[in-house]
């Protein structure tokens, strides 16, 4: 899949929230008749006017022309490896301590998990640096060791996640 979606003419993506797969989204018929695309979580859909709200799926919103297809990797995976994914995406650049305290999995589990995603191009290596982390997920607010390794979520990585979201009816 490419960095840049490929979404059907009729969609717009909103330039408020960004949505990306696997968000949740929804769409809001603008005044000029647009059909925008916007995280189902949007602060700005608050002001909007319930009768304008369409329900959607990324599945609507994509261009079915080159449509992504995972590789016959994705068969390997199980849901840990998904729930390591899901954590990258929701969180952003972390290491497999992190990981595992967040999961409730092993340390070592965590270690070869992010091994296993990289290895398939899932997750990516980036230098040690500086991470503010929410509260409750770390006790200090900023946090940088040079001894982990830090890892962050691929393009493809997002989108095995999104055709996982889309197909899970068919598990």
Not at 16 to 44: A, W
Request: hydrophobic share 35%; glycine share 4%; charged share 30%.
């Amino acid at each position: 899949m490419a960095d840049e979606l490929r979404i059907r003419d009729a969609y717009t993506l909103a330039r408020c929230c960004t949505p990306t797969p696997p968000d949740e989204i929804i769409g809001y018929y603008s005044h000029d008749n647009v059909l925008k695309v916007h995280r189902r979580t949007c602060p700005n859909l608050g002001k909007a006017e319930p009768e304008r709200l369409v329900a959607l799926s990324w599945a609507d919103v994509l261009d079915e022309r080159g449509a992504f297809e995972p590789d016959d990797d994705y068969a390997a995976l199980e849901p840990v490896d998904f729930a390591v994914l899901a954590h990258h995406d929701r969180y952003g650049v972390d290491y497999a301590q992190v990981v595992a305290r967040k999961l409730g999995i092993s340390k070592q589990e965590a270690f070869d998990r992010h091994r296993k995603l990289r290895d398939l191009g899932l997750l990516a290596r980036v230098e040690p640096l500086m991470i503010q982390y929410r509260k409750g997920v770390v006790d200090n607010k900023w946090i940088k060791h040079r001894n982990h390794t830090y890892y962050d979520l691929t393009a493809r990585g997002r989108a095995y996640l999104a055709w996982r979201c889309d197909h899970d009816d068919l598990r």
